[in-house]
């Protein structure tokens, strides 16, 4: 006789694999990132209309996030691409400080 326990088979029941598709290994997956932003014309804006010493800084890394996409370097392409929106943030706190204080001291100074 045979064992008739948990999990025996009986004569008329056939053997299934537990993961009919594949060996039983963890099936291939792969993952697909997009391009990360880069940014490209707000760094421009901000060179132009901010600050622009810092907003070339932030073009540059603009361009590097597009070179690095291709090559697929993805992880630095993704800093690049954060780099750039810090810059882009920095360039635009800086422009605003110096507008409003030429502004003021324009206005204060010609009453």
């Keep these: 006789m045979r064992?008739?326990?948990y999990g025996a088979m009986n004569d008329q029941q056939e053997s299934t694999p537990l993961n009919p598709k594949g060996s039983g290994l963890a099936p291939t997956v792969?993952?697909?990132?997009?391009?990360?932003?880069d940014y490209k014309f707000?760094?421009?804006l901000v060179s132009v209309f901010c600050f622009f010493p810092v907003g070339l800084i932030a073009l540059y890394f603009s361009y590097q996030v597009n070179k690095f996409y291709i090559r697929g370097d993805l992880?630095?392409?993704?800093?690049?691409?954060e780099r750039?929106?810090?810059?882009?943030q920095i360039?635009?706190?800086?422009?605003?400080?110096?507008w409003f204080g030429a502004?003021?001291?324009?206005?204060?100074t010609t009453y």
């Design 30 to 37: 792969a993952f697909v990132r997009r391009q990360p932003k």
């Design 91 to 98: 360039t635009v706190v800086i422009g605003c400080l110096i």
């Design 75 to 81: 992880n630095r392409s993704a800093t690049s691409s």
């Design 42 to 44: 707000g760094s421009i």
């Design 3 to 5: 064992n008739q326990g």
């Design 103 to 108: 502004i003021f001291g324009l206005l204060y």
């Design 84 to 88: 750039t929106k810090f810059l882009i």
